[in-house]
């Protein structure tokens, strides 16, 4: 194998191989690339063979590990495009229900709050007038209690009882707490029907979105806030309604591109059709206590549509394709040579193996594409 100072140095850049060169050449056995060749009996020609030849501190140093070829559980799968989306159920907008002003803002996005947590304070002239009446009614309806059905007549003692109720109610449904109405009932503090009052977390989570501005007007209805707990979350993927039928409530569902292929389970089969796609939705639901998954990411969702069954298999992570065909690198000593296999079906990161390797073989799971890349390397140097 012959090459030049300048031809070596296009090919470390082209691959990328982050290691120190000297203005000497250096042949490729000291990446740890070897070649041999062995004979073509039939036809009395040479064939190339090329493998990587590693120690253990070798393996160790590059980040090449190894694991065992071992039979996993695999299942029958439907594969279908997703989206991530924040669990409805566990989530929650926040909105203001009479027209005001934002006064002041107490989190902002990002932010993980607690359920009762304040949110924003802001003052409405509608607020103020119910504030005031309640202090109102309140107050009649204590002095006609004071002075007894005796007293007054039976219309006007049930008069002021509805009228105080109603007025609480009316503080309450605009949002304030029942703390805070009784608080201005029983004060003498004028300033506490002035009209500003908070809104606060209905659940715990975190603020996903808070598209306002302190000094903003905001009508009675128009969203705020809007708080998820991204502990758990949704993925929802559309199937043509043959293979919908398919799946039930309860079966599990992999994400298989994510780090780890997460797992989860199916949680709702819908019965409409889509008119547009005319597809059927599948939504799963998934851990995310890791925050690995945020709403409007797109993923591929593996669901399980038979029964499970032991295959011989390997992380799909070991598989890669070389000169045309889906190789593993097998360990031979120190000697990593990519072999041939043939594949059957994946799920939850395992590939099953129908030919090329045996129980207990060990093979490389990672640092693919730097073995790959030497061996490419070693076979563009011997054509030139």
């Known amino acids: 194998m012959k090459m030049n100072n300048l031809n070596y140095k296009a090919l470390m850049i082209f691959f990328g191989l982050s290691a120190v060169i000297s203005l000497n050449i250096i042949p490729f056995t000291n990446f740890g690339v070897a070649l041999a060749q062995e004979e073509d009996h039939e036809e009395g020609e040479e064939e190339e063979i090329t493998?990587?030849?590693?120690?253990?501190?070798?393996?160790?140093?590059?980040?090449?590990?190894?694991?065992?070829?071992?039979e996993q559980?695999?299942?029958?799968?439907?594969?279908?495009?997703?989206?991530?989306?924040?669990?409805?159920?566990?989530?929650?907008?926040?909105?203001?229900?009479?027209?005001?002003?934002?006064?002041e803002r107490h989190v902002i996005m990002g932010d993980i709050v607690s359920q009762g947590q304040?949110?924003?304070?802001?003052?409405?002239?509608?607020?103020?007038e119910a504030q005031g009446n309640l202090r109102l009614a309140q107050r009649e309806w204590q002095r006609v209690q004071n002075l007894g059905s005796d007293v007054v007549s039976g219309q006007r003692y049930i008069e002021a009882q509805i009228q105080a109720q109603q007025a609480m109610a009316r503080v309450l449904a605009f949002g304030m707490t029942e703390a805070q109405a009784e608080e201005i009932i029983n004060s003498e503090d004028a300033s506490l029907t002035s009209g500003l009052y908070e809104l606060y977390a209905m659940k715990s989570g975190t603020v996903i979105q808070d598209d306002f501005v302190v000094g903003q007007f905001v009508e009675a209805g128009e969203l705020l806030?809007?708080?998820?707990?991204?502990?758990?979350?949704?993925?929802?993927?559309?199937?043509?309604?043959?293979?919908?039928?398919?799946?039930?409530?309860?079966?599990?569902?992999?994400?298989?591109e994510t780090e780890d292929h997460i797992q989860?389970?199916?949680?709702?089969?819908?019965?409409?059709?889509?008119?547009?796609?005319?597809?059927?939705?599948i939504r799963a639901v998934f851990d995310n206590k890791l925050d690995s998954l945020h709403p409007?990411?797109?993923?591929?969702?593996?669901?399980?549509?038979?029964?499970?069954?032991?295959?011989?298999?390997?992380p799909q992570e070991s598989l890669t394709i070389l000169y045309g065909e889906e190789v593993v690198f097998k360990l031979e000593g120190e000697e990593l040579h990519p072999v041939a296999v043939q594949t059957g079906r994946s799920l939850g990161g395992w590939t099953?193996?129908?030919?090329?390797?045996?129980?207990?073989?060990?093979?490389?799971s990672s640092?693919?594409?730097?073995?790959?890349?030497?061996?490419?390397?070693?076979?563009?140097?011997d054509d030139d």
């Open 51 to 70: 493998f990587v030849t590693m120690s253990e501190q070798e393996r160790q140093e590059n980040g090449v590990d190894l694991t065992l070829v071992s």
């Open 73 to 103: 559980v695999l299942t029958e799968t439907i594969n279908a495009p997703g989206e991530v989306r924040e669990n409805s159920y566990t989530s929650s907008q926040i909105v203001s229900r009479i027209s005001g002003q934002i006064i």
């Open 118 to 128: 304040k949110l924003v304070t802001i003052s409405s002239v509608e607020m103020a």
């Open 225 to 256: 806030m809007k708080i998820a707990n991204e502990e758990s979350i949704w993925v929802e993927a559309q199937l043509p309604p043959n293979k919908a039928t398919d799946i039930e409530v309860g079966s599990i569902a992999v994400l298989e």
């Open 264 to 281: 989860g389970n199916v949680i709702q089969v819908h019965h409409i059709v889509n008119e547009e796609s005319r597809t059927i939705g």
């Open 296 to 314: 409007g990411e797109f993923v591929n969702i593996a669901i399980q549509t038979g029964e499970s069954s032991q295959a011989l298999a390997v």
């Open 352 to 364: 099953e193996i129908l030919s090329g390797l045996r129980l207990g073989d060990q093979i490389v």
């Open 367 to 381: 640092q693919i594409f730097l073995l790959k890349s030497l061996i490419l390397k070693s076979k563009i140097g």
